[in-house]
């Protein structure tokens, strides 16, 4: 097994309608307003920007965001990462009930110098780092959509 090999998946189910969700969740360079742990989002091109994260755990994670599938009829935006954290990260956005699901996936290999020595003892808090961020992010996502 490789330790600082991570896959993630997160549903969010918000009572906003799909295209509503999608367009708060396609504007990244938008994240920092309502994603605390999203630091900053900076556009280098149409296609390209430089994201800073940092949760709970004293380090930020920098990564180049590229887009490689943008598809509002099927719900879908999906970008490539390189930095300390290599990898994928996708949103799909369906109708559920009355409002929307919107299902976070993301398989990275950590290039972060740090977390690849403590891969093994730290993968637990990694992990738990990570499903901070996704919880203040949904809370984000919900106070956002309630303002638009």
Not at 46 to 59: N, V
Not at 87 to 104: C, P
């Amino acid at each position: 097994m490789d330790w600082s090999h991570y896959r993630f998946v997160s549903i969010w189910d918000v009572s906003a309608p799909p295209a509503v969700v999608y367009g708060v969740l396609e504007r990244a360079e938008e994240y920092p307003r309502w994603w605390p742990q999203i630091r900053e989002a900076a556009t280098v091109d149409d296609a390209t920007g430089i994201m800073r994260i940092r949760s709970f755990l004293p380090y930020d994670l920098v990564m180049t965001v590229r887009e490689s599938r943008r598809d509002p009829a099927a719900g879908v935006l999906e970008v490539t990462l390189d930095g300390d954290l290599d990898g994928w990260a996708r949103w799909t956005v369906t109708a559920h009930g009355t409002g929307t699901r919107a299902t976070y996936e993301q398989e990275v290999e950590v290039r972060r110098t740090v977390m690849r020595l403590l891969a093994v003892p730290g993968r637990v808090v990694f992990r738990a780092n990570h499903a901070l961020m996704m919880r203040a992010g949904r809370r984000g996502l919900v106070a956002r959509l309630e303002g638009v």
